[in-house]
């Protein structure tokens, strides 16, 4: 597929600036919901003790210390899957071992049943676009044929169908994207703490909410559906604003920036507002939170600039990235709370993915 691939010359900093998008998930009426709710007691009467032993015996992974690894059977019983696509499934016992609030039966459903498909992409869909998660049929469409980029879509949908379920399909899309990112990031890519090839602004609003309430209840939020974990932490501290109205305003700022439109200045001034007057109020005497903050906040201010993507790598380049882990527990040892700022180097920046 042809993209304009810039060469660089001159000493001059030439970006490929490619910021790609796995398509959101497909909207579910509810007819397709009961559907999936059908399917979702597969786990009942079954005896877990032999499946986890199952589960040991051809991954390798210690399984018997935790039941949601159950969910990894499934993969090893879905015959749509191929070795590799198996493979990727095994790889997420540390996710599922670091989030206590996943469904397993409804996770066994879909990781069971799951199918994935390499296909054209659909003709009028943008290039940016590597492929999606249809929830109603539980099946992945992967778009992009680029090696690097196949994998990390694989990773990505997978992810989506391991988490989705009737309870938690419709919270902001913004949340489901920044969070499965970050899981992308943290568990899975070289550099885990910069966004690089899609959704950089879900994934930096998505940070800044786990700074404002613990990463857990955002983790919780986005697995089990309950955006109330989320919003009755941020109205201890609200001050002028209302939780509800800035989850949505945030919601319809980064679903405008997806679908390309104009962001209305209104909407987009409140969310900023809202987050002024959350740590101003909460983190008045914590200089730390505050320098964290400023940081995301100036990430977030390019959002209204038409070339939103070349200004994120720009600001990335000077200002740096915060070497801060919110859900891997492997990568919080490494990097303990250490607020560090590191700096990119040319040669470190991989960039871009095509
Ligand atoms: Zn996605």
């Not at 909207?27 to 919901?33: F, L, P, R, T």
């Not at 929830?135 to 778009?143: A, G, L, P, Q, R």
């Not at 800035?246 to 390309?260: H, M, P, T």
Request: charged share 25%; hydrophobic share 30%.
């Amino acid at each position: 597929m042809g993209r304009n691939n810039r060469s660089s010359g001159g000493g001059a900093k030439y970006f490929i600036i490619m910021m790609m998008i796995y398509a959101a998930l497909t909207h579910c009426s509810n007819e397709d919901i009961n559907l999936n709710r059908d399917k979702s007691n597969e786990l009942a009467g079954s005896n877990i003790e032999s499946m986890l032993e199952e589960v040991e015996q051809i991954t390798g992974i210690e399984a018997s210390n935790n039941d949601n690894l159950v969910i990894i059977h499934a993969a090893i019983n879905n015959s749509n899957l191929s070795d590799e696509e198996k493979a990727i499934v095994y790889s997420f016992a540390d996710i599922i071992n670091d989030n206590p609030y996943i469904d397993s039966n409804s996770a066994y459903g879909s990781i069971g049943n799951v199918d994935i498909f390499y296909v054209p992409r659909p003709d009028g869909t943008s290039e940016t676009i590597l492929g999606d998660f249809n929830f109603n049929k539980d099946i992945i469409n992967i778009y992009t044929e680029s090696d690097s980029l196949k994998r990390e879509t694989q990773i990505h949908e997978l992810l989506h169908c391991l988490f989705t379920n009737y309870r938690n399909v419709n919270i902001p899309v913004f949340l489901a994207e920044g969070v499965t990112e970050i899981l992308v990031n943290e568990y899975f890519t070289p550099n885990p703490f910069v966004e690089e090839s899609s959704y950089p602004y879900e994934v930096a609003l998505t940070k800044l909410l786990c700074e404002m309430v613990e990463p857990d209840r955002v983790l919780e939020a986005y697995t089990t559906g309950n955006m109330n974990v989320i919003k009755d932490e941020l109205r201890k501290y609200e001050g002028t604003g209302d939780a509800t109205t800035f989850i949505n305003a945030s919601d319809r700022v980064l679903e405008r920036l997806e679908s390309g439109r104009e962001i209305d200045p209104e909407t987009y001034n409140y969310m900023i507002n809202y987050l002024d007057t959350y740590f101003n109020n909460k983190y008045s005497d914590d200089n730390e939170k505050m320098e964290i903050y400023n940081y995301y906040r100036g990430m977030l201010a390019q959002i209204p600039s038409e070339d939103r993507y070349t200004e994120y790598w720009n600001y990335i380049y000077e200002n740096g990235y915060y070497e801060r882990a919110y859900f891997s527990s492997k990568l919080k040892l490494i990097y303990g709370n250490d607020s560090v700022r590191d700096n990119v180097s040319e040669e470190v920046n991989p960039v871009l993915k095509k």
